[in-house]
């Protein structure tokens, strides 16, 4: 039997929680509501009232009443996570629910996100739906997003089957999943990807697993690199072959559509020393959807990605202020590291005769590269273009001379 915790505002959502809560037991587990109340009047009783919830955050009921709204939430968010964080240390819930419309998603989703990656998590949400920014409701963990379709406001025929599948989840998830992530005595390299740089990058790792190494791939648009980097200070990722850092012109232009708040990408490697092969794939251009294109769109030139996005083209010193900004970061480097850059071309459409073929801007970032990077920082640059299989089969072999220069055994088994 598992303790699923249900975050919840037990004065407005107190027919929805009485449901959920019916809904786990009948399920075989032990519903544990945590209130995130603010308002006056609480109808039901939780199991953590919101007072033993402010208490876990260092508040007390009558500090936060005599707050305005948003220094309430404030403080209730603060709250929640620390209770929810503890809860988890101390092994006495196996997954959690959250559910309400914007003010309890942010606060549920603040929560959830201190929980590692493989716990079970799942918001029901009126928010999640229509175009908004999904990084508001899962940030860059695993929660699962439920939309609930109709407001919170009574049971009715549809929160009856949105719970009720919202509670058969989370069941399957606490009986059948629930694994963590556990690398202890292995050593995994990250890989970065997208579409545009994709064979290339799947070449090199495929060469590198059929030698026994590990690899895991991320997808280098906001939430991927994110990811990556925690992953990297957590201590999960051991080398990095980054070949993928279109992230870095969103984070250029102030963050754009998926890639919005990936900022301080190659930092992680860099400064904790991992091996690190750097390559500038992707950093050519920006992707951007209909209402966030340029005003000089047309002088740039794009291409339709699909019916939904553009690849628009940089200026030459845009992606010339990019590659400082590159250089910048991996002088940070306390452990081996090299970058390539292939002068053919940094992505696919960039032969000879097509979109993002531009030579003359590649020699001046080589020029960058060669006059900026610190000593130690190797740098090498080749004849070839991003998507030739002889620069994949370089990257493979220089990531695999980084690691043995690391003092990797042969294969990903740590010694």
């Given at each position: 039997m598992?303790?699923?915790?249900v ?6 959502k ?37 007072e ?13 009443h ?9 403080a ?28 309890n998603?942010?606060?549920?989703s603040a ?7 493989g716990?079970?998590?799942?918001i ?9 920014y999904f990084?508001?409701v ?37 009986e ?24 290339t990058v ?11 190494r ?47 708040g990936a ?5 992680a490697?860099?400064?904790t020393g ?40 940089l ?21 081996p ?15 000879p ?7 003359e ?21 080749y004849?070839?273009?991003?998507c030739d ?11 695999d001379?980084?690691?043995?220069k ?6 990903s088994?740590?010694?």
């Open positions: 598992a303790v699923i915790a975050i919840a505002c037990c004065d407005t107190y027919h929805e929680i009485t449901f959920v809560q019916k809904r786990i037991a009948q399920t075989g587990h032990t519903p544990l509501v945590l209130d995130i109340s603010t308002g006056p009047h609480i109808p039901i009783r939780a199991d953590v009232s919101r033993e919830v402010l208490a876990a955050g260092g508040y007390t009921w009558e500090q936060v005599a707050m305005d709204k948003s220094g309430a939430i404030a209730m968010t603060q709250s929640i996570s620390a209770l929810l964080v503890r809860l988890y240390q101390e092994k006495k819930i196996d997954g959690v629910i959250g559910m309400g419309g914007l003010q998603t942010v606060v549920c929560a959830m996100r201190l929980l590692p990656i716990f079970p998590k799942i029901c949400s009126t928010i999640a739906s229509g175009f908004r990084d508001t899962v940030g860059d963990k695993d929660i699962a997003v439920i939309p609930s379709i109709v407001d919170f406001a009574g049971v009715n025929p549809i929160t009856e089957a949105v719970l009720g599948n919202t509670v058969s989840a989370m069941a399957g998830m606490v059948y999943g629930g694994k963590l992530i556990d690398t202890r005595g292995d050593r995994y390299i990250a890989t970065t990807l997208m579409g545009i740089t994709n064979d799947m070449r090199a790792s495929d060469r590198l697993s059929a030698e026994g590990k690899m895991i791939s991320f997808h280098s648009t906001g939430i991927g690199g994110r990811v990556m980097e925690t992953l990297i200070r957590e201590g999960v990722i051991s080398a990095v072959m980054d070949l993928s850092l279109h992230e870095m012109t969103a984070e250029y232009f102030g963050g754009y559509g998926y890639s919005k900022d301080n990408r190659l930092l490697a860099a400064e991992i091996p690190a092969l750097i390559c500038p794939g992707g950093i050519d251009f920006a992707c951007l959807r209909p209402d966030e294109l340029f005003d000089d769109e047309e002088e740039r030139g794009y291409v339709w990605h699909n019916k939904d996005l553009t690849h628009t083209r200026y030459e010193h845009e992606i010339l202020d990019i590659t400082r900004t590159i250089v910048e970061r991996v002088n940070r480097s306390t452990g590291a090299k970058v390539v850059l292939p002068m053919g071309g940094l992505r696919t459409l960039s032969y005769g097509e979109l993002f073929y531009k030579p801007t590649i020699e001046k970032m080589r020029v960058i590269f060669e006059e900026g990077l610190k000593p130690e920082v190797e740098f090498e640059a004849d070839l273009n991003f299989p002889e620069f994949a089969d370089i990257c493979a072999r220089e990531m001379r980084l690691l043995e690391a003092g990797w055994p042969e294969g088994k740590a010694e």
